[in-house]
């Protein structure tokens, strides 16, 4: 299970394990159209492209990251999100 304490935030630059492209996170916690029943710890978009369709949006696990380039805004508001995301996703 994703470790929810290091979840990085929205915004985030990251380049997964064996890819030519970067990603940038979009959100959390997210299915796959094929199998419901299996959740990711991310979604994202082609960086510097930025969102263009659901179909071109990547679902991935924190362990696929390879490296971060850039985190993503971290402020009062997003901390408080954090919280919130934590409690939902533990229960």
């Not at 960086?47 to 924190?62: E, K, L, M, R």
Request: proline share 3%; glycine share 8%; hydrophobic share 35%.
């Amino acid at each position: 299970m994703f470790d929810y304490n290091r979840v990085l935030p929205i915004g985030t630059v990251v380049l997964l394990k064996g890819a030519t492209k970067r990603l940038m996170i979009l959100g959390y916690h997210r299915t796959s159209a094929d199998d419901a029943d299996k959740v990711y710890d991310y979604c994202g978009c082609v960086y510097p492209d930025g969102y263009i369709s659901p179909d071109q949006t990547a679902i991935f696990n924190h362990d696929q990251i390879d490296r971060i380039y850039a985190l993503g805004l971290q402020n009062d508001e997003e901390k408080v999100f954090q919280e919130k995301l934590r409690s939902l996703i533990n229960g």
